[in-house]
């Protein structure tokens, strides 16, 4: 399974577009990119997944490079609700027996 | 429409004892994984069970287990309890599987081991 490397944290102003970038250069071909946001004393929560370009929803943007080794997660006009370890996660169907990597995950600080 | 519950939510242990965790999946869903999440070693995938089978596993030793039913939910036991497994323990379920879409997580068992 391919490993996911992203900044350990980060601190963003409320109101500003925040861009969370994670590297992962040994992903394979049936492998989809996955972000996840975790607050204190809960389980992670799905925020986006995507396999290449842009996807976008009503919360988050990702942005995936054609050479998919990269891929950024951006949150548009942050709050401070989006306080919270923000993690990429990258998998595919043919998950088989490799093991699931959640990597350190990035601790996003927004700031009034 | 329910979602992933985990009971029970804390407990406190003593070394060598055992623990059995449970988790209650969304309705309809066959999968459901496990994972351990410490603040030294982040959150870690333990196994997940598909059908009542289990279909991958992480890097864990013997002591930790699980199993499904036919309703799928699902049990985690961990036996001969040491300190280091001192950890919030988390289930996620979803439909087809924990690479293929989105992983619905409950808020997790707090393990404390004396």
């Known amino acids: 399974l391919a490993k996911t490397t992203q900044p350990i944290s980060m601190d963003s102003y409320e109101g500003q577009e925040v861009n969370i970038t994670c590297s992962h250069n040994?992903?394979?071909?049936?492998?989809?990119i996955t972000w996840y946001q975790q607050f204190p004393s809960q389980g992670p929560r799905f925020i986006i997944q995507?396999?290449?370009t842009k996807v976008t929803n009503e919360v988050a943007s990702l942005f995936i490079p054609a050479d998919r080794k990269s891929s950024t997660l951006s949150l548009p006009r942050v709050s401070l609700s989006d306080t919270a370890v923000y993690y990429c996660l990258v998998g595919g169907p043919n998950f088989g027996n490799e093991k699931l990597t959640f990597g350190t995950g990035t601790r996003l600080t927004i700031i009034p | 429409k329910a979602g992933v519950t985990q009971t029970p939510r804390y407990l406190i242990k003593t070394r060598g004892q055992q623990v059995t965790l449970s988790c209650s999946p969304i309705s309809g869903h066959r999968s459901v994984s496990w994972y351990q999440q410490t603040p030294g070693q982040g959150l870690q995938f333990l196994f997940e069970y598909f059908s009542e089978t289990q279909r991958n596993k992480g890097n864990f030793p013997g002591r930790f287990s699980g199993r499904q039913f036919s309703n799928s939910r699902s049990e985690m036991n961990v036996s001969t309890l040491e300190l280091g497994d001192s950890a919030l323990y988390l289930c996620a379920s979803s439909p087809d599987g924990i690479a293929t879409g989105e992983l619905f997580f409950g808020e997790g068992s707090r393990l404390t081991v004396l």
């Open positions: 995507g396999y290449k």
């Open positions: 040994n992903i394979a071909t049936n492998d989809y």
